[in-house]
Each structure stands twice: as structure tokens, then as C-alpha cells.
């Protein structure tokens, strides 16, 4: 893991007066992004996570061994390729790996890493350039703007590291 996503992230400046986001078809191809978008959401509503698993590592995402996507999760359409999930880690319900952010004068792309046996929590939203490292938590409805160090539970929005209760 590395310092701050921002030093991980590939700044890509964009022309003309409008936003980044006018831009998106000469960053990726729109029948790429059709294709991508089709099968995500074929993902999103099947409940046979072998599928999902197969259907991913054809967009290009590298799924490891007995990885689990919770319905309604959803990979990064445009670049799903820059996707890691190791084995036995789970995206959970309606949780969000995003690969790039459009901004106004430019757009930004970076790896999304989630380690061995990660769990990202309901309605999660992981930003490019985080790693989530082995063993660690992601509580429901929390935004990662940072990596995760292993074995560490965040929570909140932003997600910061959570105590835990011992008892």
C-alpha cells in the first residue's frame, strides 16, 4: 500500500469548454462501454455468483478463487479492467468499485485492489486508487477514499478506522 489515492490515480486533462465527462467517448470506445454496461447488469441481477465470476473475468476484471458478488454490486463500467478482487473476498449488496472520476478539466482513473478475504459492506462505495487490504472490513454505506490497511475495519464517510469492542 502507498500513500494517499491521489499519488495513484492517471490524471488525463480533457479539451474544450464543457466538463470531463463530454469527453468519455474518446477515452473508451461507446460500444465497449455498451458491452461492459450489458454485462454488469446481467451481474447485478443474477444470483449465481459462478456466473458473475465468469462473466467479469471476461470484461477484464481479475476475479481470484471463490470470490462472492452480493446482488446489485457493481464493478466500474468503463474500465473494469482495472479491477483486482483476491480470492475469497466479498463485494457486498449494492457496493460500488469505481475506477475513474470525471471532474472539470479532467478525468482520473486507478486500480481498485480488494486483498484476500476483504469484505466491502452493503452499499459501499470504494474510489479509484484504494487498496483494500487481506482480512479487512468495510462497513455498510461507508465511502473509501483511502486504502485500507489488513485486518483493519473502517467505517463512515469518509471511512476511517473503527475501535474495536473487545470483550
Given at each position: ?128 486508487g484504494v487498496e483494500i487490504g487481506a482480512d479487512a472490513q468495510v462497513a455498510a454505506n461507508s465511502l473509501v477514499t483511502e486504502d485500507v490497511p489488513p ?17
Amino acid at each position: 500500500m502507498t500513500g494517499p489515492r491521489h499519488d495513484d490515480l492517471d490524471r488525463h486533462p480533457t479539451p474544450g469548454p464543457r466538463n470531463s465527462l463530454f469527453s468519455w467517448p474518446a477515452a473508451k470506445h461507446p460500444l465497449r462501454v455498451m458491452v461492459n454496461y450489458a454485462v454488469i447488469l446481467v451481474c447485478r441481477i443474477s444470483p449465481s455468483l459462478r456466473l458473475k465470476n465468469w462473466l467479469l473475468r471476461r470484461l477484464g476484471v481479475t476475479v481470484g478463487t471463490g470470490v462472492a458478488w452480493g446482488l446489485e454490486s457493481t464493478p466500474d463500467v468503463f474500465w473494469p479492467e482495472l479491477i483486482t478482487v483476491r480470492d475469497d473476498a466479498i463485494v457486498g449488496y449494492d457496493a460500488t468499485l469505481l475506477c475513474h472520476e470525471f471532474l472539470q478539466d479532467e478525468y482520473r482513473t486507478g486500480e481498485v485492489v480488494v486483498g484476500e478475504r476483504a469484505m466491502i459492506g452493503a452499499g459501499a462505495i470504494v474510489l479509484p486508487g484504494v487498496e483494500i487490504g487481506a482480512d479487512a472490513q468495510v462497513a455498510a454505506n461507508s465511502l473509501v477514499t483511502e486504502d485500507v490497511p489488513p485486518e483493519t475495519t473502517v467505517a463512515g464517510v469518509p471511512a476511517t478506522p473503527v475501535e474495536s469492542g473487545g470483550r
